[in-house]
């Protein structure tokens, strides 16, 4: 939480980590161990002696508290609390990702610190965040109006368990202080009268100033704002009050959503339970800042039967679907369950499917165009297989249908497969006879005439692997990950990042982690440990999720970790999250409801396959 610069810079930190901070009165707990208990004393020593209606101290209704992240450049802000919003005017959304510095700028058009904050206190600030100590002083701040505000500020810094500073939480009493500073140079009050009210009776003036404000509010919504991102929205809002009652419009939001995220994921958000409560304007700031992400665990009625493993199970808007499995004795199967999470009492259901595949396991089961399951691949009876069945879940009596292609790849077991463009079905890698790994790519259009697998054609391709992840992200680039990789004679686990845009002339995969291959870069951040049979989730935004699987060594496999592919250097961040993980974290399976909802299946407790109590992550508050 750096206030030492003379402008205020943007910080590309999207996600908060650490420990979650809980308000309890005046009290800041740490819900886990470490320098807590010491931070909650400093905290107590400044109200020693006050006496607020005596004018003596500060007012405890005027505390604002503000977590910043030390791991990340800049210190961004990842947590502010009522009391922060109220006394200085900002709004949580356009703060969050920022360095606190802003508040040393007179109002929110200011560009540079202003010339009556002290430059002692401020180097002061910075020689005790370098040197990892705390501060306590007074430092002139502004609200977001422009008018001065004194901060009487304590900083103190939280290690993690290596003794690294992970976080520096701050407290702000704010108190009103008698400094004539004159007008607010630009402010919404100077504004708001003479240019932009006469915008309308007197266009050749406002051009002068500033031409958009010509602009209705229809065209500024749907031709400007709807194309920005969600977190750009939130600062826009702060610029001046027509902008600010245009970004507090729901209709806005939700085409920021649709333009950000695709039409797909609106769709699946306009169907979850508690949305439209929640709105889309807090949607998206829970989405994108994963400020109230949680677990919980949820017991499903019904039952999977006979029990089974190594099935595979996708999304299909709030429902869940399973096909196939390997069963007791190794028996493939080839049945059919849906669980439906917006019933009041959730169950496996079976269902009463015509023309099913042959049974197997080991393979992938994918969702395409809103109601499709399709099936690739897997062991079977006879071996392995190569075969693509296709089945429409909504329709009156739900049919599998084999697809006829041309030109398929090798058959193959525990690969890796996803959709694209809600049409396309691509498959990498696995396993094929004799246990020979692939390194191969195809894609097949499901929905042509005479459907022909394509090879996607590449001058280099990550070495040869099964038992990894596909992930979809920002249109149509795929993200693979991990697995169990072949190294020379050996085969080792892989932690290693390749990703691919299908949208180019000629799609390549190139190394985004890693060391030693064509493209490779080391990002910074404490990257997962190498390991396969994990899941992968996509999450609005582009961003990838690893959890679970067999992982080296002895690490956790509870851990989760967050990968933003579309980042100039992505960075992988290890994403803490309060609830009820899953117990074991190998052999799941996952799938994300509704773009809110990660659910994750199964898991080997040693004895058998757990399927009537799933995990959920989720992502938004109102649907905890």
């Given amino acids: ?17 650490g420990e979650e901070v809980e308000e309890l009165g005046l009290g800041f707990l740490l819900r886990e161990g470490g320098k807590g208990a010491a931070f909650s004393f400093a905290v107590e020593k400044m109200f020693v002696g006050s006496d607020p209606a005596a004018g003596t101290g500060p007012d405890p ?96 810094p939280i290690y993690g368990d290596d003794d690294t500073i992970t976080h520096i939480m701050g407290v702000q009493f704010f108190t009103d202080t008698n400094i004539d500073l004159g007008s607010v140079p630009g402010s919404i009050k100077e504004i708001q009268q003479p240019v932009i009210m006469q915008a309308y009776s007197r266009p050749a003036y406002s051009r002068e100033f500033c031409s958009i404000f010509q602009l209705s509010d229809e065209v500024l919504c749907q031709k400007i704002l709807c194309r920005l991102s969600p ?31 695709g039409n797909e994921t609106t769709r699946a958000l306009e169907t979850v339970q508690g949305a439209k409560r929640l ?72 269902v009463d499917v015509r023309a099913a595949p042959p049974g197997r396991w080991g393979h992938t089961l994918s969702c395409l165009n809103g109601s499709w399951l399709v099936v690739f691949g897997g062991c079977g009876r006879q071996g392995l297989l190569n075969d693509v069945f296709i089945l429409d879940l909504d329709a009156q009596n739900p049919t599998w249908r084999e697809i006829a292609s041309l030109a398929p790849p090798l058959p193959r077991s525990w690969h890796s497969s996803c959709t ?8 990498s890698g696995g396993c094929a006879d004799s246990g020979v790994l692939l390194s191969d790519t195809f894609l097949l259009d499901v929905t042509m005439e005479k459907p022909v697998w394509r090879e996607i054609p590449a001058s280099w391709t990550p070495p040869s692997r099964l038992g990894h992840s596909l992930s979809v992200y920002d249109g149509r680039k795929i993200l693979m990950f991990g697995g169990l990789a072949k190294s020379g004679p050996l085969r080792l686990r892989s932690s290693d990042v390749f990703t691919m845009d299908l949208s180019e002339e000629s799609p390549c995969w190139r190394c985004i982690t890693g060391s030693g291959m064509p493209g490779a870069g080391n990002p910074a951040g404490i990257g997962p440990p190498p390991r396969l049979d994990h899941v992968a989730v996509s999450l609005p935004g582009g961003r990838i999720l690893i959890f679970g699987g067999s992982v080296a060594g002895l690490h956790s496999a509870s851990q989760l970790y967050l990968l933003d592919p579309t980042e100039d250097k992505p960075t992988w961040r290890i994403l803490n999250v309060p609830g009820r ?44």
Avoid at 593 to 610: P, Y
Wanted: charged share 25%.
């Fill in 1 to 17: 939480m750096e206030w030492d610069s003379d402008s205020e810079g943007p910080s590309g930190a999207e996600e908060e980590e």
């Fill in 61 to 156: 209704s005027n505390c604002g508290f503000v977590v910043t992240d030390a791991l990340e450049p800049d210190f961004p802000i990842i947590y502010v609390n009522r009391g922060f919003e109220e006394s200085t005017g900002y709004r949580a959304e356009e703060v969050l990702g920022r360095n606190c510095r802003f508040l040393q700028c007179r109002g929110p058009f200011a560009q540079r610190r202003h010339p009556l904050v002290s430059d002692t206190m401020v180097a002061e600030i910075r020689r005790c965040l370098e040197e990892g100590i705390e501060f306590q002083g007074d430092l002139l701040n502004f609200r977001k109006d422009g008018s001065p505000v004194m901060n009487r500020l304590q900083l103190t």
């Fill in 231 to 261: 977190r750009d929205i939130a600062s826009v809002g702060s610029v001046c009050t027509r902008f600010y009652q245009l970004t507090e419009n729901d209709d806005l939001w939700m085409m920021v959503c649709q333009n950000a995220w």
């Fill in 279 to 350: 709105g889309w304007g807090r949607l998206a700031r829970e989405l994108t800042t994963l400020e109230s992400v949680a677990w919980r665990k949820v017991s499903v009625g019904g039952s999977v039967e006979p029990s089974r493993c190594n099935f595979s199970a996708c999304a299909v808007g709030n429902r869940v679907v399973l096909f196939g499995g390997e069963g007791v004795n190794m028996q493939p199967m080839n049945d059919t369950f849906v669980l439906d999470l917006n019933a009041s009492k959730p169950e496996w259901r079976h």
């Fill in 420 to 427: 694209v463009d809600g049409t396309k079905l691509v498959v």
């Fill in 581 to 624: 993980p899953p117990r074991f974290a190998w052999g799941h399976s996952t799938c994300v409801v509704g773009g809110t909802r990660a659910i994750v299946l199964g898991g080997q407790t040693g004895e058998e396959w757990m399927l009537t109590e799933i995990h959920e992550l989720s992502l938004a508050s109102s649907l905890v």
